[in-house]
């Protein structure tokens, strides 16, 4: 079984920055596909960004693309997801996902909910002025 837990979030005013973080266990974190998918109320829950289990390849929704970057250190078991330029419409609960596959991939990024096997409990972000 694998664990994420997510980490970072707050409340914050338009323009403003944070950084979230995704620990996770176990020992074969260096084969996962990660990513982050963010749910606003009243909204179905939408991909964020992917980075392939090597951290090679990335890849945004276009929302946020240009502001938020993901990135991954393996040696720590953890990926962060970089925000900038903050807009109200970035808030939402952002979730942390693993897929298991991810090293079968070709360092193709994974973008879609059902190819994720893992999820974290959330962490809320808020944007507001």
């Known amino acids: 079984q694998v664990q994420l837990v997510e980490s970072g979030g707050g409340l914050v005013q338009p323009g403003d920055s944070l950084r979230l973080s995704c620990a996770a266990s176990?020992?074969?974190?260096?084969?996962?596909?990660m990513g982050w998918f963010r749910q606003a109320p009243g909204k179905e829950r939408e991909f964020v960004a992917a980075?392939?289990?090597?951290?090679?390849?990335?890849y945004y929704a276009d929302s946020v693309k240009g502001r938020f970057t993901i990135s991954r250190d393996n040696a720590k078991n953890t990926v962060y997801l970089q925000m900038n330029s903050l807009k109200p419409e970035d808030t939402a609960v952002y979730y942390c996902?693993?897929?298991?596959?991810?090293?079968?991939?070709?360092?193709?990024?994974?973008?879609?909910?059902?190819?994720?096997?893992?999820w974290g409990q959330g962490t809320q972000v808020t944007v507001s002025s």
């Open positions: 996902a693993a897929d298991r596959l991810g090293s079968s991939r070709l360092e193709v990024p994974s973008i879609k909910e059902f190819q994720y096997d893992y």
């Open positions: 980075v392939t289990p090597s951290g090679a390849r990335t």
């Open positions: 176990g020992r074969t974190f260096s084969t996962y596909g």
